[in-house]
């Protein structure tokens, strides 16, 4: 893990003039944003960088390159980001599957941090097991919430090599200064108004740190190690990488001069994302390193005005959640949110989002009955269910195309639903009108197609619901093998010598030998349906195994 690296920098805390190129350039563009050029993507976004929704205009055709910032992994991962990184796959998966683009996406894991080596002291483990640990806990929570992956994980800890180079190009480019107790810190001076494109900047007193900063809101690129604490070798002596530089030197490792999006919780905006931004162009030397800002709101718990969050202990874990919720549950809670608003979680507002998804699969069962002709019902106004479809359509995607607006979408297809069972009047004898299933079908696969892009299947029926439907289905079984058994042990018993009048040993009455049969025919046809029967002897036992096809051939035959 130790990195030598020797250059030739200034290791001095006295203040630099700005290379007179780039002071030219600031002073021309200043804060302002300008409009990339390439592809027109024809969707807006609301760009943190200028607080107003942008055309979402990426570099290369059909290309979106986007860094995100991914957690610090020091304890369980929570709904705060499972909210953060479902909302920013959603968005990812319609801008892939609505408008033809392709996402590039890298996110790095800060595995290295203050927290971290908090946290390994007081268990007494290295911050590298902690960090590893939690960072596969994160990864397998996001894959259960059904998050697709980033194209790479990248780790801090893989990385210090090519922060120490970025840091020390961002000395020589005359944006950071080194101390003489070994920190590095980023010159916030000489970027002049350039600093400050996110709310909070310009009041900001800086973090804490040593009094050999040269202004209070210079930032720690670099800082020195204290005794105890893991470090790399650098030309500033041992220590590990500032929080901020980390993400400014992966993202440039992996996309270059150029991002097209970066994203995060708002709470990354400052002063997380202002330095990365400051930092990037300092090293770049370019006016415009990532081109929008995209930041989701924060989970609150309900009546807490605090954001959720691991340091301040007030957190649901994903798991502890998906025991009483499904993804497609947490998904369309999410949904029903525009994805930079603030968010309340509460049994109540999972109740909701669960009555939406239970309205939309009820739905499609309906339609689905219909049309097989199991549902009989009066003659259905097609033109107008046609109609509504089409306007369904552009209603979607025109929300989808105003900054992701999810809320409007669903509010379209529930609207649909409504239409499409305002039609289905169950009658009990077929009238024998024209029937209309064709418009239906078409209804119903568009649900799902949308649904498939946000990542919910509304026909899939979550471990739990099966669970508590069995609730049900377990006392109808209890009753069909009482009966059966009851049938079983008729069948099974013996005649006597009396009745045979034959010195043999007494057998089976001929005559409940086929109700015998019977009995193994129900056991085999219940077995695929997951209700396994097992005799054993003249007693039965049975359960109920999600997803059994039948593979428990080990039982005896009755007969
Ligand atoms: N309550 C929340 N709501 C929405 N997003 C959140 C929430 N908590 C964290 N995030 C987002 O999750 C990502 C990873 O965050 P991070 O690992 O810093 O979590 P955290 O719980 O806030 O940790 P800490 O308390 O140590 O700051 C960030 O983009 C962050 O904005
Ligand atoms: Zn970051």
């Given amino acids: 893990m130790m990195f030598t690296f020797r250059t030739g920098v200034r290791n001095s805390a006295t203040p630099r003039a700005v290379p007179f190129t780039v002071f030219i350039t600031f002073c021309i563009f200043g804060k302002k944003w300008v409009k990339p050029s390439g592809f027109d993507t024809g969707l807006k976004t609301y760009n943190s960088l200028t607080k107003q929704k942008e055309p979402l205009v990426l570099a290369r055709e059909g290309v979106a390159t986007w860094y995100s910032c991914g957690p610090t992994v020091y304890d369980h991962a929570h709904l705060g980001h499972a909210c953060s990184y479902v909302r920013f796959d959603i968005l990812q998966r319609i801008l892939s599957s609505f408008f033809g683009v392709t996402i590039v996406h890298a996110m ?47 780790r801090v800890t893989e990385n210090v090599h090519h922060i120490v180079l970025f840091i020390d190009r961002i000395i020589r480019n005359g944006h950071a200064y080194a101390t003489k107790e070994g920190d590095v810190y980023f010159d916030i001076q000489s970027i002049g108004d350039r600093y400050g494109r996110f709310a909070g900047a310009v009041e900001s007193q800086g973090e804490a740190g040593s009094s050999s900063k040269r202004d209070q809101r210079d930032f720690a690129l670099w800082k020195q190690s204290k005794p105890q604490e893991p470090f790399w070798e650098s030309p500033w002596g041992r220590g590990r990488p500032g929080w901020h530089i980390e993400c400014s030197t992966v993202a440039s490792c992996v996309f270059g001069s150029q991002l097209d999006i970066h994203s995060g919780g708002i709470d990354l905006a400052f002063p997380h994302h202002e330095n990365e931004v400051a930092q990037s162009e300092a090293y770049h030397q370019c006016d415009q390193w990532a081109n929008y800002f995209l930041h989701s709101g924060h989970l609150h718990l309900k009546g807490s005005a605090e954001k959720m969050s691991k340091s301040l202990k007030n957190y649901i874990t994903i798991k502890d959640f998906l025991e009483s919720y499904s993804a497609d549950e947490f998904r369309m809670f999410c949904l029903l949110t525009k994805y930079r608003s603030a968010i309340d979680y509460s049994d109540s507002s999972m109740s909701e989002a669960r009555s939406s998804l239970g309205t939309i699969s009820t739905f499609i069962h309906d339609a689905q009955a219909y049309m097989k002709g199991q549902l009989q019902c009066s003659a259905v106004q097609e033109d107008l269910l046609w109609e509504r479809f089409a306007e369904t359509k552009s209603a979607v995607l025109k929300a989808l195309s105003d900054d992701f607006d999810t809320p409007r979408a669903v509010s379209a297809l529930m609207n649909l639903v409504y239409h499409g069972n305002c039609q289905l009047h169950p009658v009990s004898m077929p009238d024998g009108g024209v029937r209309s299933p064709a418009v239906f079908g078409a209804i119903i696969t568009y649900i799902r197609e949308v649904l498939e892009v946000f990542g919910i299947d509304p026909l899939y029926r979550k471990e739990a619901d099966v669970l508590s439907s069995s609730g049900s289905l377990q006392a109808v079984v209890e009753q069909l093998t009482h009966f059966r058994s009851e049938v079983r042990a008729f069948a099974l018993t013996r005649q006597d010598d009396s009745t045979t009048g034959s010195s043999k040993k007494p057998g089976l009455y001929p005559d409940r030998i086929p109700l015998l049969k019977a009995c193994d025919s129900l056991r085999n046809d219940l077995a695929p349906l997951g209700v396994l029967i097992k005799d054993r002897g003249a007693t039965s036992t049975w359960e109920i195994k999600a997803g059994q096809r039948g593979q428990d051939k080990g039982q005896e035959t009755s007969s």
């Avoid at 911050?127 to 980033?150: G, H, N, Q, T, W």
């Fill in 108 to 154: 790095v894991i800060t595995d290295i941090d203050d927290k971290i080596i908090r946290r390994s002291w007081e268990e007494n483990v290295s911050p590298a097991v902690i960090a590893r640990m939690y960072e596969d806990e994160f990864k397998k929570d996001m894959l259960s919430l059904k998050v697709i992956p980033p194209a790479v994980y990248l």
